[in-house]
């Protein structure tokens, strides 16, 4: 802000803020209509993360339409700005910098890379196709490798005779550093994700829901057999022995299982590295 005002560049840096509040308050807006528990809302220079309790324990569609609010916005933003400015109820010149630059931040947002919006559409497309375990961690990886692309796309201009650009440069770091500490706590995140799948799984039965079956075998461990479940799905667990079924378990038993032996030591968690 400091900067801005030397430079005679304070207007610019007035609408980018207001640009990025309306961006997470589309979230925000959002969110809170589907009941979720907010934490607390952190503001970026590239749009901001909406902290939530949610993560992992509400259905994908209403994680996907969260995510995809503030882009949506942001999209509206441009064409109001733009069409003010042709209009002549604005200054055309403003108006058209300010929709590039709401333009800009949607599709910045829109990179495959968490926490950002594509990140997390990327990550709710997954889910609904593979374990959520695989979910995160593929996640995770797409992430490391886009940010550092951008690291990388921003210290590249010198090969060309131009200048390190030091914006792009600042945000590829964070996002890096901010997926490198969230794959080390995939553990963590994946169990936040059991512990509440167990809640939501006694919620499904009494509702009733269609089950879709893991078959095991009956020497497989639980620690396998939970990382097999997918975010979408309720399962039923057949353990087979010498392909006959010994045993079907519901879901449920089967994360009670693998907490209580967590608990008591008997699982290795560095397992979901």
Sequence with gaps: MLLSVLTGRFQEMIALFFIVLLHELAHLWTALRFGWKIREVK????????????????????????????PAYNALLSLAAWGLGQAGLIDQAWAEDFARASGLIAAFNLLPVLPLDGGRLLQCWFCLHFPYHRTLVWSARISLLFSAAVVLGALSPPLYGGLVHLNLLAIGLFLFASNWTYMRNLPFVFLRFLVRRAERSASRIETGTLAQPIVVSRHRQLSHVVRLLMKERYHLVYMMDHGKISRVLPEGQVIDGFLGSLAEGNADFRFFM
């Design 43 to 70: 503001l970026l220079p590239f749009g901001g993360v909406v902290e939530t309790e949610e993560a992992g324990s509400v259905p994908a569609r209403e994680e996907a339409l969260v995510a995809a609010a503030g």
